[in-house]
């Protein structure tokens, strides 16, 4: 049963820092994983979709990396902002193409200026 | 840019009584999801939908819990009698094909329900 876990859980910043958010799940037969961006009381914001095959993926500040084979993915902000406040959920979805995602807990971002 | 778009944006209801939300996916996407978030924790998978059928159910998806794609374009899910642990955030999502857009899950903005 695939598990995801997220750490840390929070992390408190001040403005400009460069930021590693890190994402391990448990069953490295993936199809591929996306990162969310979810604001408090609020929906999920797509932020970046790496398929199985690829190591990494960028758009604008932020870059994801997958090791598949360690069951790792990190997310990293550079120049951190505190628009970026919010909380980070990474999602692996099960190989096949059509299977669920699994969420996990998310780290929750702070970022003061 | 096409997207999910999920009705109502919040709904309070009496304990015990039905709720439908309502999904209106992408329109070449095939496959269909609802997701839970309970305040403070996590995002749980519910159900998935392809091919007018349930492909998979969680734990939680129990007999309270109905999916439908009535019209080809509506995709619905009915809690029959609500309990006070039902209130969450719903969130319903689609994927087209396998192959296109990267098997990429789009999210609608959700479905806030509250059980008094």
């Known amino acids: 049963k695939q598990e995801v876990t997220q750490i840390p859980a929070a992390l408190s910043v001040p403005e400009g820092e460069n930021l590693v958010l890190n994402c391990s799940f448990t069953?490295?037969?993936?199809?591929?994983l996306q990162w969310f961006r979810q604001d408090p009381g609020k929906g999920l914001t797509s932020l970046l979709l790496?398929?199985?095959?690829?190591r990494e993926q960028t758009s604008g500040r932020l870059n994801a990396s997958l090791d598949k084979s360690s069951g790792r993915s990190t997310l990293y902000i550079a120049a951190s902002q505190p628009g970026d406040s919010a909380t980070y959920l990474c999602?692996?979805?099960?190989?096949?193409?059509?299977?669920?995602?699994?969420f996990g807990a998310g780290t929750r971002l702070a970022v003061h200026p | 840019e096409p997207e999910v778009t999920q009705t109502p944006s919040h709904q309070v209801t009496q304990m015990g009584q039905e709720v439908i939300l309502r999904c209106v996916p992408i329109?070449?996407?095939?496959?269909f999801y609802w997701y839970r978030q309970i305040l403070g924790q996590k995002v749980e998978f519910l159900v998935s939908?392809?091919?007018?059928?349930?492909?998979?159910k969680s734990e939680i998806f129990d007999d309270q819990f109905s999916v439908e794609r009535p019209d080809g374009s509506n995709f619905t899910l009915k809690i029959r009698s609500t309990k006070l642990e039902d209130s969450a955030m719903y969130f319903c999502?689609?994927?087209?094909?396998?192959?296109?857009?990267?098997?990429?899950?789009?999210f609608g903005e959700g479905s806030r329900l509250t059980v008094l």
């Open positions: 999502a689609s994927s087209p094909p396998p192959g296109l857009a990267g098997g990429e899950l789009f």
């Open positions: 069953d490295s037969a993936i199809y591929n």
């Open positions: 790496i398929q199985s095959s690829q």
């Open positions: 999602a692996v979805r099960g190989s096949g193409g059509y299977n669920k995602l699994i």
């Open positions: 329109s070449n996407h095939l496959y």
């Open positions: 939908f392809y091919n007018n059928e349930i492909s998979e």
